[in-house]
């Protein structure tokens, strides 16, 4: 095999991982959400610090994060569903029922909701990891 066709090997090769990659994009959008505003006294605070994480895993690509977004873009993802913030959500409000009980025909929403991200890049793995922490209220009419 000759220089030239070494070459344009390489590039099918490179070209074929990055097409068949993988790449991730989570976000919060306020827009999307109800806004919950506190303004009469008809609520109480049930719990505060909840919390609930998710993370995934990936070869040969790389993780950051720009404040409501974390974005990867990986070879293969090899750990997690690269579903980050619906996992996240879904961990804290299985952490809210363990200590309260179902959520379920409560008048509650999730109020002060903070996000931390987390990144880890290696030359061959990148881990992105997503935590969500909010209060708890009820409301009482």
Not at 15 to 25: K, R
Request: charged share 15%; with cysteine.
């Amino acid at each position: 095999m000759n220089r030239h066709q070494s070459l344009t090997l390489a590039m099918i090769v490179i070209s074929a991982m990055l097409l068949t990659g993988c790449s991730s994009s989570g976000s919060f959008i306020a827009a999307n959400v109800t806004d919950v505003q506190l303004q009469r006294n008809n609520f109480t605070i049930v719990a505060q610090n909840v919390t609930g994480e998710s993370q995934a895993g990936y070869l040969l690509g790389g993780t950051f994060s720009t404040g409501f977004a974390t974005n990867t873009f990986a070879v293969a993802r090899v750990s997690g569903s690269g579903m980050l913030y619906k996992e996240a959500v879904e961990n804290l409000w299985k952490d809210y029922e363990a200590e309260h009980g179902p959520a379920k025909g409560k008048k509650v929403a999730l109020v002060n909701v903070r996000y931390d991200a987390d990144a880890l890049n290696l030359v061959i793995y990148t881990q992105a990891k997503l935590m969500i922490r909010a209060d708890v209220v009820e409301f009482t009419d």
